[in-house]
């Protein structure tokens, strides 16, 4: 069984998207992310969980699952993860400390550019988490298919 494990939490889907650092485990029924700041348990029942993968070359664990009838998508990153929006132009500057011009802002601030750093970024990171990620996948696969063969033995 995986140990209890630091991990970033967001949830995705929703309008608005921030991570929000706690811990990582595993009860007899349940995956269980511990707030870290405050004494919040969020569990994820096995029954509800319809699948879980882990991005390939990244930090990232995927859970899909129910929320009564609504399908929903939560992201646990192993790692810190990026900043989800480019920083404010206004406030880059150069090596030397002098703000950028404007087409320097206009060329550090681009969306694309963020992106690309943010996934080598993940990439950077991923490598050093993948086997733990491939154990908590394993171990919450196999959970999974426990529990949804309860549920058929008990309907």
């Known amino acids: 069984m995986p140990e209890p494990v630091t991990v970033w939490m967001v949830h995705l889907g929703r309008g608005t998207v921030s991570e929000v650092e706690g811990t990582l485990s595993l009860d007899a029924e349940a995956l269980v992310f511990a707030h870290g700041g405050q004494p919040v348990e969020l569990r994820f029942p096995f029954a509800r969980i319809a699948r879980v993968r882990r991005v390939l070359g990244s930090p990232v664990l995927l859970v899909d699952w129910r929320d009564g009838e609504l399908p929903r998508r939560t992201a646990f990153y192993f790692s810190k993860p990026p900043p989800l929006e480019p920083p404010d132009p206004s406030t ?64």
């Open 92 to 155: 880059r500057t150069t090596p030397s400390g002098r703000a950028l011009g404007p087409l320097g802002q206009l060329r550090a601030g681009s969306r694309r550019r963020h992106r690309r750093a943010s996934v080598g970024y993940l990439a950077a990171h991923g490598g050093r988490t993948k086997p733990v990620l491939r154990a908590w996948v394993r171990e919450l696969r196999e959970r999974i298919a426990r529990a949804e063969g309860q549920a058929s033995t008990d309907a």
